[in-house]
């Protein structure tokens, strides 16, 4: 019982660090990436499709971006997509492929993405104790209906605690890895 409910938390809190990770992801450095696309849709015969899936996204050099469709009338539309997606970038098309730039970040710009970065932390750091929080519910509701005693219920609450420490402790350690990217000239 025990168990199920710590193994429950922390599965909830692997999953607020791979949807951290994925936030990261979008907040781009200033360098090529192709996980910067990632969150770009593409009409595609009437059906939003992700870029990966009608593109192969490469990286030319540090700050370049090469999208090559795989069907060639589809190119005005994965650029129209790109330039749409909100992302400040601007893709210039050369015949088959599709070249994306990324901009210089000034350094208003790296303060703003360190923002955005610590925001989607705490928003981690948040979900990591939400899911503390129901499996200590759930050991207290144990506790209630007598199916575990006062110390079980004490010793799955600590080991609910270290497992929160344990990932809130990751979620630092990625924000600060993301800051010092950023910040990176």
């Known amino acids: 019982m025990i168990n199920e409910i710590k193994s429950d938390a922390e599965n909830r809190m692997q999953k607020s660090l791979e949807a951290l990770k994925g ?17 770009v849709m593409v009409s595609y015969y009437g059906q939003e499709t992700p ?3 009608v593109a192969s996204v490469n990286v030319e050099d540090n700050r370049t ?12 539309t ?11 970038l601007n893709p210039s098309s050369s015949g088959d492929v599709i070249r994306v730039p ?4 000034t350094e208003e710009t790296r303060r703003n993405m360190v923002k955005q970065a610590r925001a989607d932390a705490e928003h ?10 129901d499996a200590n ?10 199916e575990i005693s006062e110390d079980e219920e004490r010793r799955g609450q600590e080991e609910v605690q270290k497992l929160t420490d344990k ?15 950023l910040m990176e000239v």
């Open 78 to 88: 994965v650029e129209k997509a790109i330039m749409m997606a909100d992302l400040g």
């Open 124 to 133: 981690g750091r948040v979900s990591i104790r939400n899911a503390r929080r």
């Open 167 to 181: 990932y809130i402790a990751e979620v630092d350690k990625m924000l600060k890895a993301k800051e010092e990217d």
């Open 102 to 105: 990324m901009p210089m970040l």
């Open 51 to 53: 870029l990966k899936q």
């Open 23 to 39: 936030a990261f992801n979008k907040i781009r450095t200033g360098r090529a990436h192709p996980s910067i696309l990632d969150s």
């Open 137 to 146: 519910n759930d050991l207290k509701e144990l506790l209630k209906e007598k």
């Open 65 to 76: 971006l090469v999208v090559a469709p795989y069907e060639k009338s589809m190119s005005p």
